[in-house]
């Protein structure tokens, strides 16, 4: 079932993404086209150009995120921590396959986060957990994990505090891998590191699981984006914000 779960997750979320409304516009304009449907070709060629000059010039995806981002405040104040927990996604697989580099992408601010925290507060353990998430490919599981370690390493994180998870594909293996790992006492804080747009779903899933005294972490926010000439910027925006909102629909109705 879990597999069946991420399977579904990963097509829905293809064809939740924006560019893809696009394509689908185009092809059936250019089919209605080649057809001689001229009439039919100018309603898909015209939505085609209505998404792509709508996002180039509107951040439709900013207050989506907005909405996101905000039911979580940045830096909560934090007294006793006993474990710190970072979501998987910051890393850059690709490059350290090539490179054999630690590479991080635009959510690199969890990993980032998780050092600062693990300065803060020394004595508790800092947990990495993700896997590969892509649905094909030959990326070896435990990539995201290494790339992170290195990460961590680097910045000064010894190396008796570092704890894995790596086999995890979604939210809800990030949740119930974990707590499997570290079995989380009663009374204990942890902290949970992800990215803003990402900590409802987060929170919901670990509280499923069985987690208390959870603390959220948000950074990595997205929202805060102007009108203007940027159509990659408002179309990753956009896709991401849709992602979100769609994944908390299924986690919900799934009971994840």
Known sequence: MSDLFFIASKTLGMVARAETWMVFCLTFATIALWRGRLRVARVWGTAAFVLVAGLT????????????????????????????????????????????????????????????????????????????????????????????????LGLGVPEDRIMVEGLSRNTSENARFTWDLVQPAPGQTWVLVTSAFHMP????????????????????????????????????????????????????????
């Open 201 to 256: 779903r987060s929170m919901e899933t670990f509280t499923r699981a069985g987690w208390t005294g959870l603390v959220a972490w948000p950074v990595d926010y997205r929202s805060g984006d102007s009108w203007g000439w940027r159509l990659d910027e408002h179309l990753s925006d956009l896709d991401v914000a849709l992602k979100e909102y769609l994944g908390l629909v299924a986690y919900r109705w799934a009971g994840k």
């Open 57 to 152: 010039v509107f951040p439709l995806g900013d207050p989506l995120l907005r909405g996101l981002e905000a039911q979580y405040p940045a830096n909560p104040p934090l007294t006793k921590v006993d474990g710190i927990i970072v979501l998987g996604g910051a890393e850059d697989i690709a490059p350290y396959r090539r490179w054999g580099l630690p590479a991080l992408n635009d959510a690199g601010e969890r990993a980032i986060a998780g050092a600062e925290l693990a300065r803060n507060f020394p004595g508790a353990k800092v947990i990495y957990t993700g896997g590969t998430a892509a649905l094909t490919g030959d990326d070896a599981p435990g990539d995201p994990s290494a790339i992170v370690r290195q990460v961590w």
